[in-house]
């Protein structure tokens, strides 16, 4: 659960970039006691007068931060980045989860979480597209003939386009239908003829929008809200980009051409309009049901998530490029240290019960974990041959039911486990006396203060278990510790490499399990491994998978064929790593 006094909300304010999304996060975060956002002051692009901006001047739970130094005193949990486009965020938050809403600049391949809102141009690796986090006006314009347009091009109408509308108007549009303008902040449009009303700003326009029949204003919310409204809407954009959209969306814009000059202004404005009076309804009416959906709460979304450790969780370095995004994860890689990792937004739910090894493990595997025990159990003994040293004292970190643990006390090993999962370590209690068995988290596990003691072990082993910890700057450092000098760490992991990761890279992190965090290979293997105290690092490759290979190779290649290939290029999709302790 994040706790919403530590949401940052950061929007832009930037000249050309308008009010609107000001505008929506005041909206979301409306709900809140407090709502922090950062507002530099020295921000010289701001379009916005700050101080005196009516938005701002209302909303009174708005907590305003202005500076770096100010931003450095919270302990902020998420920040909601609705910027539209971002190089960076202030150093201060560095390593702040960081949900970035419509991003379309370079900070969309950093950003924590990636959400769409607005319909726009299929934009590649999103989390989510989430249209209903708008929160659209309630009220509905009655059906009428059109006569009522406001024109509203937003507080900051960078391109003049008010003017340049207003001054296309002949005597027939004047005199058939009633204007109303809003008025830039920077007040003076040049001449404004006596029929057009002219509002200043306008307190909750959504609101309003359902008093006119047809809104002249380029796309963003305010078209959205205006087709909401079930009114008609005719966009005037600054750019080709928003005219993409608008045909995305197919809302009708004005052609560049058209914008030219007055006469043929004028000439669109009367052609347009006409079409609307005799067969509008008609053809709005798809857009205007798009519109009504069930509007769902940003605020309760942002509440429900749980956020994985932010950096990478081998070398703690936020240097990172994405290489997959999901609804509830995204995946990195470290370009610092090369360990692939998923940065996770749901709840983690308690998925070691015994229910995991029996019906969760037979839905995996088509057996249950105690049905498959004597094949765990020849694994464990081709893995101790492939441990170098042949006695003393071993740990089973995640032992389980204790497969692993009963083939080394065969060996002579004196053997220790420790298992988070009650049933299983009753179960060993109750039948391997051989076995020194431990319950506990190794994450809680304090070695100063508990039967563990530092140089304690010749080998620890951690079978299925290293991709399950989020946070292995402090766990590497903790298994090296226990480890006599020359001991050997022996780890078993799902390999990102293999066959799967090899050619279907967004197939494997999509069916990653949600509680594997970091997804290793030779290369990352080797960089986390040195950099927390380990040497001769030596792999074995396992899980090799015939019927996982390309089609491509399938139609080519015989069955034996592709295994023989898999053996020799390493394309398993686990593999076992064997590392002495030592510099
Ligand atoms: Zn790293």
Redesign the pocket.
């Known amino acids: 659960m994040i706790n919403s006094d530590k949401i940052l909300f950061i929007p832009s304010i930037r000249h050309g970039n308008g009010t609107g999304h000001l505008r929506r996060c005041l909206e979301w975060s409306s709900e809140l006691k407090k709502a922090h956002y950062y507002l530099p002051s020295e921000d010289k692009e701001s379009a916005i007068d700050l101080k005196n901006h009516p938005l701002i001047k209302k909303t009174a739970n708005l907590v305003r931060h202005d500076s770096e130094k100010e931003l450095k005193q919270i302990d902020w949990k998420l920040i909601v980045l609705d910027n539209r486009t971002t190089y960076d965020v202030p150093s201060v938050l560095n390593k702040i989860p960081v949900i970035a809403i419509d991003e379309t600049g370079p900070f969309r391949q950093r950003a924590s979480y990636v959400l769409d809102i607005l319909p726009s141009r299929k934009r590649k690796q999103a989390n989510n597209h989430v249209f209903s986090f708008l929160n659209f006006p309630e009220k509905i314009r009655s059906i009428r003939p059109l006569k009522k347009i406001l024109i509203s091009f937003g507080g900051e109408d960078p391109g003049n386009l008010s003017q340049k509308i207003l001054d296309s108007l002949d005597k027939k549009l004047l005199e058939n239908y009633e204007w109303s303008v809003i008025l830039p902040h920077r007040g003076n449009t040049e001449a404004i003829p006596n029929q057009v009303q002219c509002l200043h700003y306008v307190e909750d326009l959504k609101n309003q929008l359902h008093h006119y029949d047809l809104v002249i204003t380029s796309y963003g919310l305010t078209a959205l809200e205006a087709l909401a409204s079930q009114v008609f809407v005719l966009l005037f954009n600054p750019g080709s980009y928003h005219d993409q959209l608008s045909r995305n969306f197919r809302i009708p814009y004005c052609p560049r051409g058209f914008k030219k000059n007055k006469r043929q202004l004028n000439q669109y404005l009367n052609h347009a309009i006409g079409l609307l009076n005799e067969g509008g309804e008609s053809s709005f009416k798809s857009l205007w049901s798009k519109m009504t959906i069930k509007h769902q709460s940003l605020l309760e979304w942002l509440e429900k998530m749980t956020i994985s450790s932010e950096s990478?969780?081998?070398?703690?370095?936020m240097d990172r490029k994405v290489i997959g995004r999901f609804e509830f994860k995204s995946y990195f890689i470290?370009t610092?240290?090369?360990?692939k990792y998923m940065v996770q937004f749901m709840q983690k739910s308690d998925i070691y019960s015994k229910d995991y090894f029996f019906s969760e493990y037979k839905k995996q595997y088509g057996k249950t974990y105690l049905e498959d025990f004597p094949h765990i159990q020849k694994m464990g003994e081709e893995r101790l041959d492939r441990i170098p040293i042949k006695a003393g004292k071993i740990l089973d970190i995640g032992c389980a039911y204790g497969p692993f643990l009963l083939k080394a006390a065969e060996r002579g090993f004196s053997a220790w486990g420790l298992e988070i999962s009650e049933e299983a370590v009753s179960h060993i209690q109750e039948n391997y006396p051989q076995i020194n068995i431990h319950q506990g988290s190794f994450e809680n596990l304090d070695i100063h203060h508990s039967v563990f003691s530092e140089n304690q072990f010749d080998v620890i082993t951690m079978w299925y278990v290293i991709e399950h910890f989020d946070d292995l700057k402090s766990l590497l450092p903790k298994l090296n510790s226990l480890l006599k000098e020359g001991g050997i760490l022996a780890l078993s992991t799902p390999h990102a490499s293999g066959i799967s990761g090899q050619f279907n890279l967004q197939n494997f992190l999509k069916n990653s399990p949600e509680d594997h965090f970091t997804l290793w290979d030779r290369k990352s293997a080797v960089k986390a491994l040195k950099l927390h105290g380990f040497r001769s690092i030596r792999f074995h490759v396992t899980g090799h998978h015939p019927e996982r290979f390309p089609l491509i190779l399938k139609k080519i290649l015989t069955y034996n064929m592709r295994k023989y290939m898999s053996i020799l290029l390493g394309w398993g999709d686990t593999f076992e790593i064997y590392a002495k302790k030592g510099k």
């Open positions: 990478c969780p081998v070398c703690g370095s470290c610092n240290c090369s360990m």
